[in-house]
C-alpha cells in the first residue's frame, strides 16, 4: 500500500510541475530583467509593507509572445484578506497608467480573488512594458516589478516555424542539416574535434554524428511537451570528446552518454537558463530561474557525473542566467539578474564563493559568463545601462574588477565567447557593434553589422568567431582574412539565429534558430519602424484551451515566477495531496539566504531516505537522521 501511495505521489508530483511550470511559465519572459523602462534608465521606487496590503497574483500577458496585430490580455487577480473591495487597480504600460476591467464584472468576491484584464492590440514591434498596483486604501501593492516594469509581450516578425539545426565549415558550407519545425533551439554543444554535436530543443536533446548527418544519432523526447518560447532557455553541454551530454528540459537536467538516449541519470529543478559540463567531462552545473524567496530557486547547483546528488547548491537573489567550468572543473563561473546583478567565482569543493563582484549593471542581468582552463581568469558581459560595462573581467582571488570595457554605444552584450587561456574575448552588443578583445580588454579588432547579435563564439586559437543575428545568418568572421580574403562569411538560414558554437579546431561551426536571447524591445530588423494597419486582428486561443493544448506548443506566458508565487501554488497543491496520502506537508520558507548548506536539493520527490537534507521540507535530524547527518 505504501509503494502504491508513493507511486500515485510521484504522479501527481509531476503533473503538478507541468501543468504549473508551463502554464504560468517560469520562464521570465515578461520579467524586469529585460530593460528599464521607456525614456532615461530608472528604477520605480519599492512600496512600503504594510499589515494591511492587499494581494495580486497569478498576473501576466497572454500570449506572451507573437506577432503585431494579435490581441495580447493582461491580467492580474486582486485579493484581499478582509474581503475589501479594491479602492483602485491600475496597470502601467509604456509610461501611462491604465485602468483594467474586472473581466466578470459581477464578482465582487474579493476575499476569494477577482480577476481584471485589459486587452491590447499592439501596431507595431516594440517593447510593452507594464506592471500592476492596488490599494485597499489601507495599503497597497503590486505585481510583475522587481526593479523596473516587465516586458511583455515580445513582438517578432516571424513565426518561427521553420527552425533548424545545421553544421558548417569554417567556408561557410553546411554539412549538416536538421529541419526542427515549430522547437526553438535553446542550446548548442559541439565537441572539441568537431565530431560530436548535441542539441537541446523546445522538447527534444539531440546528439549527431557530424560524420553521418542525414539523421540524429540519437534523440530523448520528454513524455510531456514543452513550452515553445520564453527566454529561459535550458541549454545543453558536451565534454571535450563528445562522450557525455548534459542538458535542461522544463523542471530536468538530464545526464546522457554518447551510446544511449537513455538518461545516465535525471534530477528535478526549476528551469534553467544555461547548463555546463567540465572540458573533461567530470562535473557538471545548472544556472537556474525562480524566485528571491524561495531557497530552492534561482540556483547555482554543482554535481560530479558519477552521481545525481549536487555536490552543493548556491541560492542568489536573482536567476542564475550562466554557469562555466575551467577545463578540469576545478573552478565554475556563475552570473546572475535581477535584483542580485553580480558576478561570482566558485570552487568545485564549496558552495562558499571564492569571488563575488558586487552589483554590474544599474537594472539589467549580467548575461554571459567564461573563466580560462587554469580558473584563474574570468570575463562577464553585461545587459549594459547607466554606468554599466559591455564586458568586466575579474582574477578569482579578487572582487575588484581587473578592467571594464565599455563601447560607445552602451547597450545589451548578449553574446560573448573567449579562448580557453583568455587571450581572446569577442563581444557584440544588440546594436550589430562586435569586439575582440585581449585579455587586458583592449579592442584589438572590430566590425558593425547591421543586425542584433543574440550569441557568439570563438575557436580555441582565435582564428574563427561565430555570431547568431536576427537578420537569418550566421557571420563567420575572420580577425586575420588573408589578402584579398572575406572577413565576414554569411549563411542564410530561415529564422533568427538562437545559438551558435564553434569546435575547439576551428573546424567546424554549429548553429540553431529561435527567439530566445531576442526577448528584449531591441531588435534589428528592416521593419523595426513599420506600422501595421491591423485590417484583421488575430485572435489566439483562449488561455483555457491553451493550457488543456499544452504539449503542442501553446504560447502560455505568465510573469507570475517573479514573487514566486507559481512555486507557492505549487507547494500548496503538493501539501494538498501530501496530506492526502498520509505524508507530512512540506515547510514554505520566507526569507532568502546567500549560501545554503552543502547537500540540499530536490532528487527524487524529496522524502525522507532521498539521501538529501531538505530543511524547507521540514525535515530534521531528529525526524529524518537518514538525510540530516553524516554531513549532510
Not at 500570449?63 to 495580447?72: D, E, L, T, V
Request: with cysteine.
Amino acid at each position: 500500500m505504501k509503494i502504491i501511495k508513493l507511486l500515485i505521489l510521484a504522479v501527481i508530483i509531476g503533473l503538478i510541475f507541468f501543468i504549473i511550470s508551463h502554464f504560468f511559465g517560469f520562464s521570465k519572459v515578461v520579467s524586469a530583467e529585460s530593460k528599464p523602462p521607456p525614456g532615461p534608465g530608472q528604477m520605480i521606487p519599492k512600496l512600503s509593507k504594510t499589515a494591511n496590503d492587499p494581494i495580486l497574483e497569478n498576473g501576466g500577458v497572454y500570449p506572451m509572445w507573437g506577432p503585431p496585430c494579435q490581441r495580447y490580455t493582461y491580467y492580474t487577480t486582486y485579493r484581499d484578506k478582509e474581503g475589501r473591495p479594491p479602492e483602485y487597480v491600475k496597470m502601467y504600460f509604456n509610461g501611462d497608467w491604465i485602468v483594467p476591467q474586472k473581466e466578470n464584472p459581477n464578482d465582487n468576491d474579493f476575499k476569494k480573488g477577482v480577476r481584471y484584464i485589459y486587452k491590447f492590440v499592439p501596431n507595431k514591434i516594440s517593447g510593452n512594458f507594464f506592471f500592476f498596483e492596488a490599494s485597499n486604501g489601507l495599503g497597497k501593492t503590486r505585481e510583475g516589478i522587481i526593479d523596473s516594469p516587465g516586458n511583455g509581450p515580445v513582438l517578432f516578425e516571424g513565426d518561427f516555424l521553420h527552425n533548424e539545426i545545421a553544421v558548417m565549415d569554417s567556408f561557410g558550407k553546411k554539412i549538416l542539416e536538421y529541419p526542427v519545425g515549430d522547437e526553438w533551439v535553446g542550446g548548442i554543444a559541439i565537441s572539441s574535434d568537431g565530431k560530436y554535436l548535441a542539441v537541446k530543443t523546445s522538447r527534444k536533446v539531440l546528439l549527431f554524428d557530424t560524420s553521418k548527418p542525414d539523421k540524429p544519432a540519437w534523440i530523448y523526447e520528454q513524455g510531456v511537451g514543452g513550452m515553445v518560447g520564453g527566454d529561459v532557455k535550458g541549454g545543453v553541454a558536451i565534454s571535450g570528446d563528445g562522450s557525455k551530454i548534459f542538458a535542461s528540459i522544463s523542471s530536468n537536467v538530464l545526464l546522457f552518454d554518447k551510446s544511449s538516449n537513455k538518461p545516465v541519470w535525471q534530477y528535478s529543478t526549476d528551469n534553467a537558463y544555461n547548463v555546463a559540463i567540465s572540458e573533461n567531462g567530470q562535473y557538471v552545473g545548472a544556472a537556474t530561474a525562480g524566485s528571491e524567496t524561495i531557497l530552492n530557486s534561482n540556483l547555482l547547483i554543482i554535481w560530479k557525473v558519477s552521481s545525481s546528488k549536487p555536490l552543493w547548491q548556491y541560492h542568489a537573489s536573482g536567476n542564475f542566467h550562466d554557469i562555466a567550468f575551467s577545463k578540469d572543473g576545478s573552478f565554475v563561473v556563475g552570473s546572475t539578474g535581477c535584483p542580485d546583478r553580480q558576478a561570482y567565482i566558485f570552487s568545485k569543493d564549496s558552495n562558499k564563493p571564492v569571488m563575488i563582484s558586487g552589483r554590474l549593471t544599474y537594472d539589467s542581468p549580467v548575461q554571459r559568463a567564461r573563466i580560462t582552463k587554469d580558473g584563474s581568469f574570468a570575463s562577464f558581459s553585461t545587459d549594459g545601462g547607466p554606468d554599466s560595462a559591455m564586458v568586466v573581467a575579474f582574477a578569482k582571488n579578487s572582487s575588484k574588477p581587473l578592467w571594464k570595457f565599455t563601447s560607445s554605444t552602451s547597450k545589451a552584450a548578449r553574446a560573448m565567447g573567449m579562448t580557453s587561456d583568455g587571450n581572446s574575448i569577442v563581444a557584440a552588443n544588440t546594436m550589430g557593434d562586435v569586439y575582440l578583445l585581449n585579455k587586458d580588454g583592449k579592442s584589438i579588432s572590430d566590425w558593425h553589422l547591421n543586425t542584433t547579435i543574440g550569441s557568439a563564439d570563438i575557436s580555441d586559437d582565435g582564428s574563427v568567431i561565430a555570431l547568431g543575428s536576427t537578420d537569418n545568418k550566421v557571420h563567420i568572421l575572420d580577425p586575420n582574412p588573408p589578402a584579398g580574403g572575406k572577413k565576414d562569411i554569411p549563411v542564410e538560414f530561415k529564422e533568427f539565429v538562437e545559438e551558435v558554437a564553434v569546435s575547439a579546431n576551428g573546424k567546424y561551426i554549429a548553429a540553431g534558430t529561435g527567439g530566445s536571447p531576442y526577448f528584449f524591445e531591441e531588435i534589428l530588423s528592416p521593419n523595426r519602424n513599420k506600422v501595421y494597419e491591423c485590417k484583421t486582428v488575430i485572435e489566439p486561443k483562449p488561455m483555457e484551451e491553451a493550457l488543456k493544448s499544452m504539449g503542442s506548443g501553446g504560447n502560455v506566458g505568465d510573469n507570475q515566477s517573479l514573487e514566486g508565487k507559481q512555486i507557492g501554488l505549487v507547494q500548496k497543491i503538493l501539501n494538498f495531496f501530501l496530506q492526502l496520502l498520509g505524508q507530512k506537508p512540506n515547510q514554505e520558507t520566507s526569507s532568502p539566504t546567500k549560501v545554503q548548506p552543502t547537500g540540499q536539493g530536490k532528487q527524487g520527490t524529496g522524502k525522507c531516505g532521498d539521501t538529501i537534507c531538505e530543511p524547507s521540507s521540514g525535515e530534521t535530524k531528529e525526524n529524518c537522521p537518514k538525510d540530516c547527518s553524516g554531513g549532510n
